[in-house]
């Protein structure tokens, strides 16, 4: 996960070394980005800072504190079973002077561990803090594979959770059963994200289903829509259903009868002849207005 710090006088590079200072105390952070502007709602006031560049002693250290967390998960496990816990431990970390020991770990009910932490504490010599964390939490830092056959996003590259809707998926017609459109965390696949910012733009420019169109194969309505391939499925009148590029249907009911514009492109224009004067709206005429502005949308 990225954190934003306070590098003061120091100079850095990508891909250094840092020792940070953080709630938990001294730790080793590797430089991510440069300094730059952000939101400010990113970032959390005051910055900490970046204490110094990581020496050869730090890196050292760290690694040794590394070896240690596989045993303190081990004596963590023995001590869950000895008092009956219903958790799971998920993995360890030392701080970078080793004098806080973090235990991560999941569970469906709450659970009091405070004699656990009492029995932790005595014999590993240090301050030892439980942190329980949720179902994507837990995918993020077991790792493994999702649907797709790729490493997980959450433990690959993804550094914040994005809330994931159902609608999200009914957008991008997928199906709205939960087993097969969650993650192996058991939630909505993060990836449901990605797309939906496209799929949101073009809802707006898709004629809807149903609707009336007017194609070079003839007139027909709208059974289906390619977002993707910005397309239209339409069923003739004839009966055929017939795949056509968006630019070449018009909506029923426009006057000018000019095809939908393509995303990104600039809306056409009607380049016919017409009279320099004002005139007058009839009251045939604002009901048709407001059926094409409704098409439109």
């Given at each position: 996960k990225v954190y934003y710090f306070n590098r003061g006088d120091i100079e850095?590079?990508?891909?250094?070394?840092?020792?940070?200072?953080?709630?938990?105390?001294?730790?080793?952070?590797?430089?991510?980005?440069?300094?730059?502007?952000?939101?400010?709602?990113?970032?959390?006031?005051?910055?900490?800072?970046?204490?110094?560049?990581?020496?050869?002693?730090?890196?050292?250290m760290s690694k040794s504190f590394e070896a240690k967390e596989k045993e303190a998960v081990e004596e963590c496990a023995r001590l869950v079973e000895k008092l009956k816990l219903g958790m799971k431990l998920l993995g360890a970390e030392y701080n970078l002077d080793g004098t806080r020991l973090t235990i991560h770990f999941s569970a469906e009910e709450r659970v009091d561990f405070r004699e656990l932490v009492k029995e932790l504490a005595r014999k590993l010599h240090v301050r030892v803090e439980m942190r329980q964390t949720g179902p994507r939490d837990e995918a993020k830092m077991i790792g493994g594979c999702g649907r797709c056959g790729r490493p997980l996003c959450c433990a690959t590259f993804l550094s914040n959770f994005t809330p994931v809707s159902m609608r999200m998926a009914k957008d991008q017609g997928l199906p709205l059963n939960p087993m097969?459109?969650?993650?192996?965390?058991?939630?909505?696949?993060?990836?449901?994200?990605?797309?939906?910012?496209?799929?949101?733009?073009?809802?707006?420019?898709?004629?809807?289903?149903?609707?009336?169109?007017?194609?070079?194969?003839?007139?027909?309505?709208?059974?289906?829509?390619?977002?993707?391939?910005?397309?239209?499925?339409?069923?003739?009148?004839?009966?055929?259903?017939?795949?056509?590029?968006?630019?070449?249907?018009?909506?029923?009911?426009?006057?000018?009868?000019?095809?939908?514009?393509?995303?990104?492109?600039?809306?056409?224009?009607?380049?016919?002849?017409?009279?320099?004067?004002?005139?007058?709206?009839?009251?045939?005429?604002?009901r048709q207005n407001r059926g094409r502005d409704a098409n439109r949308s």
């Open positions: 850095m590079n990508i891909d250094d070394m840092v020792v940070v200072e953080t709630a938990r105390g001294l730790e080793l952070g590797q430089v991510a980005s440069l300094p730059h502007e952000v939101k400010e709602e990113e970032i959390e006031n005051p910055l900490k800072p970046v204490v110094r560049k990581a020496t050869p002693e730090d890196i050292e097969k459109i969650s993650g192996v965390c058991g939630r909505l696949m993060c990836c449901l994200v990605y797309e939906n910012e496209y799929y949101q733009e073009m809802k707006g420019i898709l004629p809807r289903h149903g609707q009336r169109v007017i194609t070079p194969s003839g007139d027909g309505r709208i059974v289906d829509a390619n977002p993707l391939k910005v397309s239209v499925m339409v069923e003739l009148e004839s009966g055929a259903v017939v795949e056509f590029p968006l630019d070449q249907v018009t909506v029923e009911g426009d006057a000018r009868r000019q095809p939908v514009s393509q995303p990104g492109e600039p809306e056409k224009t009607d380049k016919s002849d017409k009279p320099n004067v004002a005139l007058k709206e009839r009251p045939g005429d604002r």
